[in-house]
């Protein structure tokens, strides 16, 4: 299963940083993601990081969001600066079988039970 924990309240502007504990079963060659969904709007990808480290974004978040993978604690991070109002949405983090499907659309097929983000302006 996947935990996500580190969301919260937070002024535009600024910092905080998500962790997704993995357990249960092996994660090994599966790629993690992160995802967003805002109210009332459909759940879009964020970040995505592979078995081997190679990392992947969406525009919206370049350069401002960074995600990492630690192997021996089974932890996936998502750090997010300069927090934007519109940043406000649950952030799900998932994981999929590294060969199959693309990073940014999946198939993703374990999924954590969110955390919720809230940016104030």
């Known amino acids: 299963q996947l935990v996500e924990s580190g969301g919260g309240l937070v002024q535009a502007g600024g910092s905080l940083r998500l962790s997704c504990a993995a357990s249960g079963r092996s994660f090994s060659t599966y790629a993690m993601g992160w995802f967003r969904q805002a109210p009332g709007k459909e759940r879009e990808f964020v970040a995505a990081?592979?078995?081997?480290?190679?990392?992947y974004y969406a525009d919206s978040v370049k350069g401002r969001f960074t995600i990492s993978r630690d192997k021996a604690k089974s932890t996936v991070y998502l750090q997010m600066n300069s927090l934007k109002s519109e940043g406000t949405a649950v952030y799900y983090c998932?994981?999929?079988?590294?060969?199959?499907?693309?990073?940014?659309?999946?198939?993703?097929?374990?999924w954590g039970q969110g955390t919720q983000v809230t940016v104030s302006s």
């Open positions: 990081v592979s078995w081997s480290g190679i990392t």
């Open positions: 998932a994981a999929k079988w590294e060969f199959r499907g693309n990073f940014n659309s999946g198939p993703y097929d374990v």
